[in-house]
């Protein structure tokens, strides 16, 4: 009686289940103010068994999971807040992963093909060849999107064709195919035992959708930016628009089985965050994702050298999976201080190439660009990308948009009806601005423009070595 009266009485709370390609995490949210009560994060492990070749375990995907809940749920109790209080969970997660498993035993039948992998390159190729004109955006028109290693179904294709235990579970009606918000969405609710098997037209507000909702990108004209820059066209239209500058046309979500679906561009970049990563396993220049931001500000330029992180092809807007990376503009006096500027810069011109192709396809130029993600926390980053884009880039306080963008539709959905979503409920996000403080046709449009032709270098380089 005397543990439960001195409970914490807060109301309804919503959880979210984040699933990133690099880490796994549970979060818990108070309905009414937003504010996030308790969280825990667990990294995943990512195997190459060969180039190109990028997988993950499903098995650890679902364990990660369920001990980020308890991990959780234990740090609620010890601050007295009642855990029977969460009325919804909403998952968010890597999108185009992709896994096949058995119905009846519950297995994988090999390990999640993770969504910049490029072995299904051959297919992609093989379809392309059987277009009119050989025609990458020949299905554009009915899918928003090219032909492309990037997207789910020719993962799906290359298990069916490579691996004999998926080719013999499709024959018998065994095998399920998913992303990983079905395939924990399915193991969550009894696996083999009944387990539901369920996407939604975002994967189930897919990572950069939930941003966008947890960023409350609700009016037109507006964009985001984890990996991904997402820009909202027109949360009422019911047509898409179709990109003709390289980016994708997706849905950004749809709150409600009676509302409308709102569609948004996107352009997405295959290394971003990815690049810290690197340097740190591959290269071991840092130790830490904090001594990047330490290099680079020690030196405050790349000194000339610049750095196109085509590890798995270009993405948005070139769509050309055949490049490759490289680091340029090296001299004697270029040290490992110069080349984690660069890497920062490789990922604001990144972006800045997206941004320029919405602005042509969208036709409303975007005055500034609301950031999300692990990379926010760099503070010489967010300044760059402010320089590099000519326009103010702006940090919520609370960077874990995503999830929380899962726990407002989870709390909004049919059923639960605990989160609010009319813009006059929606809590006030308090956040930082960092404005330009570059001339718009000084360094950032220079280097712009050399970047430009530095990313032909490695498609035209492996175009004649063919």
């Given at each position: 009686?005397?543990?439960?009266?001195?409970?914490?009485?807060?109301?309804?709370?919503?959880a979210?289940?984040?699933?990133?390609?690099?880490?796994?995490?549970f979060?818990v949210?108070?309905?009414?103010?937003?504010?996030?009560?308790s969280?825990?994060?667990?990294?995943?492990?990512?195997?190459?068994?060969?180039?190109?070749?990028?997988?993950?375990?499903?098995?650890?995907?679902?364990?990660s999971?369920y001990?980020?809940?308890?991990?959780t749920?234990?740090?609620?109790?010890?601050?007295?807040?009642?855990?029977?209080?969460?009325?919804?969970?909403?998952?968010?997660?890597?999108?185009?992963?992709?896994?096949?498993?058995?119905?009846?035993?519950?297995?994988?039948?090999?390990?999640?093909?993770?969504?910049?992998?490029?072995?299904?390159?051959?297919?992609?190729?093989?379809?392309?060849n059987?277009?009119?004109?050989?025609?990458?955006?020949?299905?554009?028109?009915?899918?928003?999107?090219?032909?492309?290693?990037?997207?789910?179904?020719?993962?799906?294709?290359?298990?069916?064709?490579?691996?004999?235990?998926?080719?013999?579970?499709?024959?018998t009606?065994?095998?399920?195919?998913?992303?990983?918000?079905?395939?924990l969405?399915?193991?969550?609710?009894?696996?083999?035992s009944?387990?539901?098997?369920?996407t939604?037209?975002?994967?189930?507000?897919?990572?950069?959708?939930?941003?966008?909702?947890?960023?409350?990108?609700?009016?037109?004209?507006?964009?985001?930016?984890t990996?991904?820059?997402?820009?909202?066209?027109?949360?009422?239209?019911?047509?898409?628009?179709?990109?003709?500058?390289?980016?994708?046309?997706?849905v950004?979500?749809?709150?409600?089985?009676?509302?409308?679906?709102?569609?948004?561009?996107?352009?997405?970049?295959?290394?971003?965050?990815?690049?810290?990563?690197?340097?740190?396993?591959?290269?071991?220049?840092?130790q830490?994702?904090?001594?990047?931001?330490?290099?680079?500000?020690?030196?405050?330029?790349?000194?000339?050298c610049?750095?196109?992180?085509?590890?798995?092809?270009?993405?948005?807007?070139?769509w050309?999976?055949?490049?490759?990376?490289?680091?340029?503009?090296?001299?004697?006096?270029?040290?490992?201080?110069h080349?984690?500027?660069?890497?920062?810069?490789?990922?604001?011109f990144?972006?800045?190439?997206?941004?320029?192709a919405?602005n042509?396809?969208?036709?409303?130029?975007?005055?500034?660009l609301?950031?999300?993600?692990?990379?926010?926390?760099?503070?010489l980053?967010?300044?760059?990308?402010a320089?590099?884009?000519?326009?103010?880039?702006?940090k919520?306080?609370?960077?874990?948009?995503?999830?929380?963008?899962?726990?407002?539709?989870a709390?909004?959905?049919?059923?639960?009806?605990?989160?609010?979503?009319?813009?006059?409920?929606?809590?006030?996000?308090?956040?930082?601005?960092?404005?330009?403080?570059?001339?718009?046709?000084?360094k950032?449009?220079?280097?712009?423009?050399?970047?430009?032709?530095?990313l032909?270098?490695?498609?035209?380089?492996?175009?004649?070595l063919?």
């Amino acid at each position: 009686m005397a543990a439960s009266s001195s409970r914490v009485m807060l109301g309804p709370l919503v959880a979210a289940i984040d699933q990133g390609t690099s880490s796994t995490r549970f979060l818990v949210f108070n309905a009414k103010t937003a504010e996030l009560l308790s969280h825990h994060q667990v990294e995943i492990n990512q195997s190459f068994p060969k180039e190109g070749w990028v997988e993950e375990d499903p098995k650890e995907i679902l364990q990660s999971v369920y001990e980020c809940m308890e991990r959780t749920c234990e740090k609620l109790t010890q601050l007295n807040i009642d855990i029977s209080n969460i009325k919804a969970i909403g998952v968010t997660n890597q999108r185009e992963t992709t896994l096949v498993w058995d119905k009846e035993t519950g297995e994988p039948l090999y390990n999640a093909i993770v969504w910049l992998d490029l072995r299904t390159q051959s297919t992609v190729e093989r379809l392309i060849n059987k277009t009119p004109g050989r025609n990458k955006n020949h299905l554009k028109h009915k899918t928003g999107l090219p032909i492309s290693t990037y997207f789910s179904a020719v993962k799906l294709r290359w298990l069916m064709d490579n691996v004999d235990e998926v080719a013999e579970a499709v024959l018998t009606h065994r095998a399920m195919f998913g992303t990983v918000d079905s395939w924990l969405i399915w193991c969550l609710t009894g696996g083999k035992s009944g387990g539901v098997h369920c996407t939604d037209v975002t994967n189930c507000l897919g990572d950069q959708s939930a941003a966008l909702v947890g960023q409350m990108c609700f009016q037109e004209g507006q964009a985001k930016n984890t990996s991904v820059l997402t820009y909202l066209f027109n949360c009422y239209l019911l047509q898409p628009v179709m990109s003709d500058h390289g980016l994708l046309t997706t849905v950004a979500y749809k709150l409600g089985r009676d509302k409308p679906a709102c569609y948004a561009l996107e352009g997405s970049v295959a290394i971003a965050g990815a690049v810290v990563r690197w340097l740190k396993d591959n290269l071991g220049i840092i130790q830490t994702s904090t001594e990047l931001e330490k290099l680079a500000a020690s030196v405050g330029t790349s000194y000339g050298c610049y750095f196109v992180p085509a590890f798995s092809g270009l993405y948005a807007p070139y769509w050309e999976p055949s490049a490759r990376g490289i680091i340029c503009g090296l001299t004697q006096f270029t040290n490992k201080s110069h080349l984690a500027f660069a890497a920062l810069e490789a990922v604001c011109f990144q972006t800045r190439e997206i941004l320029d192709a919405m602005n042509q396809d969208s036709g409303i130029p975007l005055t500034q660009l609301q950031v999300d993600g692990g990379m926010t926390s760099n503070r010489l980053l967010m300044q760059l990308q402010a320089d590099i884009l000519c326009i103010p880039v702006v940090k919520p306080s609370m960077p874990e948009t995503t999830a929380l963008g899962a726990a407002m539709a989870a709390g909004a959905a049919e059923g639960v009806s605990v989160w609010s979503l009319r813009p006059e409920d929606l809590s006030e996000v308090t956040s930082e601005k960092f404005e330009p403080q570059i001339n718009p046709e000084g360094k950032g449009h220079v280097t712009h423009c050399y970047l430009i032709s530095i990313l032909a270098v490695p498609i035209c380089l492996n175009t004649d070595l063919q």
